[in-house]
């Protein structure tokens, strides 16, 4: 597979016009549709990730090599770039440092980092604590050095928010930005009045998701755009339609005896071989 530089195109989609969509994949099929769909980055989160490698909720059970390792399957299989979550770095500044480090060597564009105490969980759930800003610049400025290609893009993230109100939120996205920080981040901005104002006092790209049940107001991606922001995700929404489908699966199997039509409704078994490249593989020895 001939791939691109993804940091390269990343940093390339950050300085063009227009917004950028991402899309949560919680595995590699799911990224795969994500890609043949036509978005231009995919992202993969510590929830979904958590919730399909583990079956365990995003209260950091996932340690950084398991992350790591479901970035480089995800980034071996896409062409696209991309966007790995790194939750709070897994601890100190050193292990910020190992993180990028690791990170950015399975084949990930950009990494997210943000500011929660460890241990960290969701940002759409209560009770979240966070570090001084100053622990967070500090950091961020770890993360920037400890790339290894300028491309790879360091997204700032805070969960300051809910605790600290929305001024400490603003205010350290900014100083995590002139720290080096390419993309910042606000987690969970809790009115359309907050997504208004996070653009105004934010000078820098700015990241939003779109988090289908939690805090924050949904936005079509034309009026995001319109406000400021430069790159939005649905982080989760791979993992919760897939979880409905096998609800619905199992229970027509469990009260019908048969799941055909269900099935049928759904990508046929030709598309799912195509999807994933059959006739390609099966045609390698005659190419050879």
């Not at 769909?37 to 059970?61: Q, Y």
């Not at 603003?170 to 987690?187: L, P, Q, S, T």
Request: hydrophobic share 45%.
């Amino acid at each position: 597979m001939n791939k691109p530089n993804g940091p390269k195109r990343l940093r390339q989609l950050l300085l063009q016009p227009g917004m950028i969509r991402s899309l949560g994949a919680h595995d590699v099929f799911t990224a795969l549709m994500v890609e043949q769909a036509g978005f231009e980055t995919v992202f993969i989160g510590g929830f979904g990730t958590s919730a399909s490698l583990l079956g365990l909720p995003d209260l950091n059970f996932l340690t950084l090599t398991e992350m790591a390792d479901a970035v480089r399957r995800m980034a071996a299989r896409v062409t696209i770039p991309v966007i790995a979550d790194g939750d709070t770095g897994h601890g100190d500044v050193h292990n910020v440092q190992r993180t990028v480090e690791m990170v950015e060597t399975a084949g990930a564009s950009g990494i997210l980092l943000e500011d929660q105490v460890m241990p960290k969980r969701c940002g759409h759930f209560a009770n979240k604590q966070v570090i001084p800003t100053q622990e967070m610049v500090i950091k961020i400025k770890a993360a920037v050095r400890a790339r290894s290609d300028p491309n790879f893009l360091i997204f700032a993230r805070t969960d300051a928010r809910q605790m600290n109100g929305l001024d400490d939120a603003i205010d350290r996205v900014n100083r995590c930005a002139e720290a080096g920080a390419d993309i910042a981040f606000i987690e969970a901005p809790q009115s359309i009045a907050e997504l208004e104002e996070i653009p105004k006092r934010v000078q820098h790209p700015l990241f939003v998701n779109m988090l289908s049940g939690g805090v924050t107001p949904i936005l079509p991606v034309k009026d995001l755009e319109q406000l400021g922001y430069k790159i939005v995700v649905c982080p989760i929404e791979s993992l919760l339609v897939c979880a409905r489908a096998m609800r619905d699966l199992c229970e027509a199997w469990k009260t019908s005896g048969r799941v055909d039509q269900l099935a049928l409704q759904a990508m046929s078994f030709d598309e799912v071989k195509k999807l994933l490249g059959v006739q390609e593989f099966l045609g390698l020895r005659e190419r050879l």
